[in-house]
C-alpha cells in the first residue's frame, strides 16, 4: 500500500504526545534547515523525574520556568 504524500506548510501545526509543534526554517552555521519547534504543550512536564510548570515563550530563558 503507497503511504500518501503529506504536503506540508510553514502555518501547519502537528500535535505529538504532550506538545504541539510546527516546522520553522532557521539558519545554523549558515546553512538552512528546517526543524521543528513546540508552540504549546497540552499535558505535565518533567525535569529529572519532578513535575514543573513551563510558560511557552518568554523575553528572557530564565523566565521560561516560573519562580515561586
Known amino acids: ?20 509543534i510546527k516546522p520553522v526554517k532557521v539558519t545554523i552555521n549558515d546553512e538552512e534547515q528546517w526543524r521543528w519547534i513546540v508552540t504549546s504543550f497540552e499535558d505535565q512536564t518533567f525535569l529529572n523525574g519532578s513535575e514543573l510548570e513551563v510558560y ?6 530564565e523566565y521560561l520556568i516560573p519562580s515561586e
Do not use: H, R, W
Not at 1 to 7: D, L, T, V, W
Not at 56 to 61: D, F, G, I, R, V
Open 1 to 20: 500500500m503507497k503511504k500518501e504524500k503529506i504536503n506540508l506548510t510553514e502555518s501547519d501545526s502537528l500535535f505529538t504526545i504532550g506538545a504541539f
Open 56 to 61: 511557552e515563550y518568554a523575553n528572557k530563558l
